[in-house]
Nanobody, 123 residues
Framework: QVHLVESGGGLVQAGGSLRLSCVFS????????MGWFRQPAGKEREFVAA????????YYGDSVKGRFTVSLDDAKNILYLQMNSLKPEDTAVYYC????????????????WGQGTQVTVSP
């Protein structure tokens, strides 16, 4: 029932910026909010950022804090991730998801996922 589509990924040089978007639709029962995870090739999916409904509360993984900003347009049903000062270590497939638990830092708190968008940061 819930559908999420990420976009905005691509190839960028280190130090550059990208803004990812996640358009979501369907019957969302989440009482918490939404989040971004990323998964480098061959590695586990890791937490990037999360935001509560209304945008009042945001959370970031240590590796992106100070560089990434998550925001949410509730009216348009779009989740954003502004990524600045990108590093090669940020290279991954980025996924948006709907949170259905309080543990925002862990993927177990999320039930619905998009298909991901590839971000590649060259040195």
């Amino acid at each position: 029932q819930v559908h999420l589509v990420e976009s905005g990924g691509g190839l960028v040089q280190a130090g550059g910026s990208l803004r990812l978007s996640c358009v979501f639709s369907g019957h969302i029962f989440s009482l918490y909010g939404m989040g971004w995870f990323r998964q480098p090739a061959g590695k586990e999916r890791e937490f990037v950022a999360a935001i509560g409904w209304g945008g009042g509360s945001t959370y970031y993984g240590d590796s992106v804090k100070g560089r990434f900003t998550v925001s949410l347009d509730d009216a348009k049903n779009i989740l954003y991730l502004q990524m600045n000062s990108l590093k090669p270590e940020d290279t991954a497939v980025y996924y948006c998801a709907v949170a259905d638990g309080k543990n925002y830092w862990h993927r177990s708190a999320y039930d619905d996922w998009g298909q991901g968008t590839q971000v590649t940061v060259s040195p």
